[in-house]
Antibody, heavy 121, light 110 residues
Framework: QLQLQESGPGLVKPSETLSLTCTVS??????????WGWIRQPPGKGLEWIGT???????YYNPSLKSRVTISVDTSKNRFSLKLSSVTAADTAVYYC?????????????WGQGTLVTVSS | QSALTQPPSASGSPGQSVTISCTGT?????????VSWYQQHPGKAPKLMIY???KRPSGVPDRFSGSKSGNTASLTVSGLQAEDEADYHC??????????FGGGTKLTVL
């Protein structure tokens, strides 16, 4: 069974770049023709899809975040990453990595535990 | 793309059935059979309960069912149990490799 674990700084200053990594265990990204995604949840609010990456590197982003988001995959380290530039307080949220463990971008079966990122000076 | 519309809250007594709605447009919910529902307990990650409108992942009780009519999808929880008290989020494929979520519904078991 796949397990996902987010890691990265819990505090980021305004205007800087948020960087998170999701390490996958229980399976290999390079041998799994799946999508791997990032979703976030501001405190007390609903979920927001950030984007997803196919194991080969093709990416799809939320249009509202597209200009600031980069998702990449490192198959040698069995992990994928999120970078969100020019952050503001509105980017404060719990960030989740997830995968459907299937060839679909419309649902996510396996989730990381989530990591809270606070944007503050 | 706009968020899908869910009622902020819903409630029911143990043993009863409750239905939570998720309203979108013909560009998302109404246009594709790719609606999903997630259950989220406080401080926990979301758990997939329904995908592709009506399908249940392995291990999800058949008390949970999904449906869709036009631009509105619904999640029905039958035989409510105390552990069903949680937030429920819907999502839908929105075309052009985009995904949109609803604002979430807090389900209270009275």
């Amino acid at each position: 069974q796949l397990q996902l674990q987010e890691s990265g700084p819990g505090l980021v200053k305004p205007s800087e770049t948020l960087s998170l990594t999701c390490t996958v265990s229980g399976g290999s990204i390079s041998s799994s023709p799946y999508y791997w995604g990032w979703i976030r949840q501001p405190p007390g609010k609903g979920l927001e899809w950030i984007g997803t990456i196919y194991y080969s590197g093709t990416t799809y982003y939320n249009p509202s975040l597209k200009s600031r988001v980069t998702i990449s995959v490192d198959t040698s380290k069995n992990r994928f990453s999120l970078k969100l530039s020019s952050v503001t307080a509105a980017d404060t949220a719990v960030y989740y990595c997830a995968t459907p463990s299937a060839l679909s971008i419309s649902w996510y079966l396996y989730w990381g535990q989530g990591t809270l990122v606070t944007v503050s000076s | 793309q706009s968020a899908l519309t869910q009622p902020p809250s819903a409630s029911g007594s143990p043993g009863q059935s409750v239905t939570i709605s998720c309203t979108g447009t013909s560009s998302d919910v109404g246009g594709y059979n790719y609606v999903s529902w997630y259950q989220q307990h406080p401080g926990k990650a979301p758990k997939l309960m329904i995908y592709e409108v009506t399908k249940r992942p392995s291990g999800v009780p058949d008390r949970f069912s999904g449906s869709k009519s036009g631009n509105t999808a619904s999640l029905t929880v039958s035989g409510l149990q105390a552990e069903d008290e949680a937030d429920y989020h819907c999502s839908s494929y929105a075309g052009s490799n985009n995904l949109v979520f609803g604002g979430g519904t807090k389900l209270t078991v009275l």
